[in-house]
């Protein structure tokens, strides 16, 4: 699926999450990624709403989506193959990132929630390039589908350690919602 091209922009100011949510959704079940691919802007902007309806249940939407929430919408498009999504928080600059590296090399999206003083926004990490070519270590070129403009940009995994992102709305992670106990894609 080329995200990048269908340019799959958040409806509102507070659906960020379910718009990463709805984008990770796509990529790992096909059977969601074809309602996408139909009728891409309408069926987008009003799937963006019922998930955000049916993750923030007590959590006030106008605060945006939360972690849990974020892992249990993805979650529902890998749980018949065995793979839960759970969220954990980032470690600061002694985070080596490995099971966000892996997880996308093998092929499972991963959401990270990003702000400058507090968590303010979701981007999702849709590719890492460890091609010879690429760099080594914090050098690796990461992909980011960012839903404010629907585009997917650059990172690297330096910038994501040392919480100096650009590009992708607020310079420092504050979580990632990943697969764990997964099998290979």
Same mark, same amino acid.
């Given at each position: 699926?080329?995200?990048a091209?269908m340019?799959?922009?958040?409806?509102d100011?507070? &659906?960020? +999450?379910?718009? #990463?949510?709805v984008?990770?959704?796509?990529?790992l $079940?096909?059977?969601?990624?074809?309602r996408l &691919?139909d009728? =891409?802007?309408? /069926?987008?902007d009003?799937?963006q709403s019922?998930?955000?309806?049916e993750?923030n249940?007590? /959590?006030?939407?106008m605060?945006?989506?939360?972690?849990? +929430? @974020?892992? *249990?919408?993805v979650?529902?498009?890998?749980?018949?193959?065995?793979?839960?999504?759970r969220w954990?928080?980032?470690?600061?600059?002694? $985070?080596r990132?490995?099971? #966000?590296?892996?997880?996308?090399?093998?092929? /499972? =999206?991963?959401?990270?929630?990003?702000? *400058?003083? @507090?968590?303010?926004? /979701? #981007?999702?990490?849709?590719? #890492? $390039?460890?091609?010879?070519?690429?760099g080594?270590g914090?050098?690796?070129?990461?992909?980011?589908?960012?839903?404010?403009s629907?585009?997917?940009?650059?990172a690297?995994?330096?910038?994501?350690?040392e919480?100096?992102? &650009?590009g992708?709305?607020?310079?420092?992670?504050f979580?990632?919602?990943?697969?764990?106990?997964?099998?290979?894609?």
């Open positions: 699926m080329k995200i091209r340019r799959l922009r958040q409806r100011s507070t &659906t960020c +999450g379910p718009s #990463v949510a984008v990770a959704g796509a990529l $079940d096909p059977a969601y990624r074809a &691919t009728s =891409p802007s309408s /069926w987008f009003d799937e019922r998930v955000h309806a993750v249940r007590v /959590w006030p939407r605060l945006g989506t939360t972690p849990m +929430g @974020i892992a *249990r919408a979650t529902t498009r890998t749980e018949m193959r065995g793979v839960r999504y954990r928080l980032f470690r600061g600059r002694r $985070d990132l490995t099971d #966000v590296l892996d997880a996308v090399s093998e092929g /499972w =999206p991963v959401a990270m929630l990003v702000g *400058r003083f @507090i968590p303010r926004h /979701w #981007v999702l990490i849709v590719d #890492v $390039d460890r091609s010879p070519r690429a080594r914090l050098e690796l070129p990461l992909r980011c589908y960012e839903p404010t629907g585009e997917v940009r650059p690297d995994v330096a910038a994501v350690r919480s100096r992102l &650009t992708l709305g607020y310079p420092r992670p979580a990632f919602v990943l697969p764990s106990g997964r099998p290979s894609r």
